[in-house]
């Protein structure tokens, strides 16, 4: 969990920080079922936030959704990827994107295929991958959306119930 200005590092190391009014505190998650993992993050809003990180949420809100659409069986890795930093480059936010898309999901939380500008993988049925961009502004805070999905035969589903929305 990471808050406030903290939220610029997507790997957020705990201090003694106290969740402030008015900024938004971002939840990394993840559980285990017998042996297979899931891996979750949301941003979430506490208090009024400023229009500059409801435009940051918005555009990482944009670039999950687009992205996630383009999850099924055959589609390059890196076509994903691409999804998500055209999208944030469209609101000026491509500098602030400082990782992949995401990653294969299953006995490990991090697996193949890498969801990355690298990778040349192509998305088969029945693995489990997540899509979480996300953009990072040092001294101001971040914004990451994370869901992890089944490819089907056809296309994906949500494993992650929990909704995106974030205010």
């Known amino acids: 969990m990471a808050s406030g200005p903290n939220g610029a590092y997507p790997h957020h190391v705990f201090t003694s920080r106290t969740i ?3 900024e938004l505190v971002t939840i990394d998650v993840g559980a285990r079922y017998h042996l297979y ?5 949301r941003t979430i809003a506490v208090g009024t936030i400023s229009k500059e990180l409801r435009d940051m949420a918005m555009a990482v809100l944009e670039a999950h959704r687009k992205a996630s659409s383009h999850v099924k069986p ?9 999804v998500a930093r055209e999208v944030l480059s469209e609101y000026g936010y491509d500098k602030y994107y400082i990782h992949s898309t995401g990653h294969g999901v299953g006995i490990e939380v991090h697996e193949r295929p890498a969801i990355s500008p690298s990778s040349d993988e192509e998305l088969r049925p029945y693995e489990v991958v ?3 961009p996300g953009v990072y502004i040092n001294g101001i805070g971040g914004v990451r959306i994370e869901d992890t999905l089944l490819i089907t035969e056809s296309g994906s589903r949500p494993i992650s119930k929990y909704p995106t929305e974030l205010f």
């Open 20 to 22: 402030g009014r008015n």
């Open 74 to 82: 055959g589609v390059k890795a890196k076509d994903i990827d691409l």
């Open 130 to 132: 997540t899509i979480e």
């Open 37 to 41: 993992c899931t891996d979750m993050t």
